[in-house]
């Protein structure tokens, strides 16, 4: 039975380290209800994760006692609902759902925790948990970036993830902004023209170390307006992600997937880089990714 063909409505959680976002979804990825809460995995303040999960879901419960209940992101950690093991690739849908793991709710009932995904790499070993949900909704194959505080690049094949890296630009640029050398100089406001200037620096032979203080000096020399400071930081860290992304995967098309904000300065930084840009909107990734999983969930259950 296929994502679209589903006759009951799925319960499903996005649950990350700040935000708790539950979705009642239909056939045809259709949307009948949202509850959101800042009851994310790092603020429950000693409350069970259960008492949460009921106290947002218990009508949809009432009301589809048969909703197949399906958890994704930071509740499969360590610090989450249950600890659920990393999958490595290639993971296919099929094979997450097979690893997901079941928590039982009242008697019989039980909800699916979806697993992350593990990869390894030259330097190491990279993770993602909830990622690897949009990274299936957005595309069945190609490469896909999910940005945020951590950047994701995906890599999808066969609809199965095959590698991801990792990017700390947001936490970084959040960094940069407020608590470093910069974060005096910097006032409030908006400037295209300093995020493309950004941009451009992020190709300067000397490195992100080196033209970082670029902002800093900017400011002191007049030539940058410190309502552009913001904005330039944005530019040079998202230039810099892009361009190593670029040399990893070296992408032709990519699949942006995240806010309108944020996935428009992606999309601006990849086609100066040569690379076609398509955008999916968080949560019709979420959904179809959701819709994706639950039915092969269903599938191992039949």
Known sequence: MGPSERRLPIIAVDWGTSRFRAYLIADHEAILGRVESDE???????RPHRDVFLEHCQAWLAEHPAAMIVLVGMVGSRNGWVEVPYVEPPASTAVVAARCATITLDGARKAYVVPGVRASAPYGSDVMRGEEVLGFGAAEAGVVCLPGTHSKWVIVRGQSIVDLRTFVT???FALVRDGSF???????GESACAFERGLSAAHAPEGLLATLFTARAGV???SLPPEGVGDYVSGLLIGTEIIRAQAIFNPKA??????PDLAHRY???MRQCGIE?????????????????????????S
């Open 182 to 188: 910069i974060a005096s100089l910097g006032r409030p």
């Open 220 to 222: 002191l020399d007049g």
């Open 254 to 259: 990519v699949t942006v997937v995240g806010s």
């Open 40 to 46: 994310g995995i790092a603020h429950l303040s000693g």
């Open 267 to 269: 999309e601006i930084a």
């Open 277 to 301: 840009v398509s955008v999916v909107p968080s949560e019709q990734a979420f959904v179809r990714g959701v819709m994706r999983i639950a039915a092969e969930i269903e599938k191992d259950a």
């Open 170 to 172: 947001g936490e970084l």
